[in-house]
């Protein structure tokens, strides 16, 4: 099947910090950092590089003390976004978008990525196209869309900047996706970086 690839941007107001810390996860039986990854749903890259005690990743045992990033906090706004979106879509009779946590994290590298090179757009210098970048994060897809956003403070302002744009707001209305995600970063100025990923996974 053709992969149909959509993408828009927009740039506006100022914000306030998102903070991120880490939290002691005492290791179960049966565990391996895998299994932690997905419980929390952060990257296993993130858990490791969180850990530089651990020598072979592979190999964890229970009652062992790692660190886990706690990201609940800027979940909880991508979440909102979601959320948000799926209003959106049912107000027009779509199909709701299921939230992908990988396709989440692929989006806050993103917003990470615009943060630390100091840029606002879809191509990466790092990463490439994001199409590219959803493909090297093994994410499988058939039609794919991304939304970038610079400034709004809350869900609910950079949903309406998005809706207020034709193109963001025929990605957020397209039938060709069926999974989202959103990724949330600030840079030292306390200034949020949105990045939103739609696609429709191949079967």
């Given at each position: ?27 179960k ?27 072979n ?7 062992q003390?790692?660190?886990?990033p ?9 979440n ?11 107000k027009?009779g ?9 396709l ?16 606002f ?21 058939t039609a ?9 403070q ?19 209305l397209?039938?060709?996706f069926?999974e ?9 100025y306390?200034?949020y ?11």
């Amino acid at each position: 099947m053709k992969k149909t690839f959509i993408v828009v941007l927009i740039l506006l107001l100022l914000s306030t910090p998102v903070l991120a810390e880490s939290f002691s996860y005492t290791v179960k039986p049966g565990d391996s950092l895998w299994k932690i990854a997905v419980k929390y749903e952060v990257g296993l890259s993130e858990i490791i590089s969180e850990n530089p005690q651990i020598k072979n990743p592979s190999l964890i045992y229970p009652g062992q003390i790692i660190k886990v990033p706690n990201i609940k906090d800027i979940k909880a706004l991508e979440n909102e976004v979601i959320r948000l979106v799926n209003i959106e879509r049912s107000k027009h009779g779509l199909e709701m978008l299921k939230g992908n946590w990988q396709l989440s994290r692929c989006a806050r590298y993103k917003s990470n990525d615009m943060v630390n090179n100091n840029y606002f757009a879809h191509y990466s210098p790092v990463y490439g196209s994001p199409f590219k970048m959803m493909e090297n994060f093994g994410l499988k897809f058939t039609a794919a869309g991304e939304n970038i956003a610079k400034g709004q403070q809350s869900p609910k302002q950079v949903m309406n900047s998005w809706m207020n744009s034709p193109g963001h707001r025929n990605n957020i209305l397209s039938p060709s996706f069926s999974e989202i995600g959103v990724g949330l970063a600030k840079d030292k100025y306390g200034t949020y970086h949105w990045t939103q990923m739609f696609m429709r996974s191949t079967k």
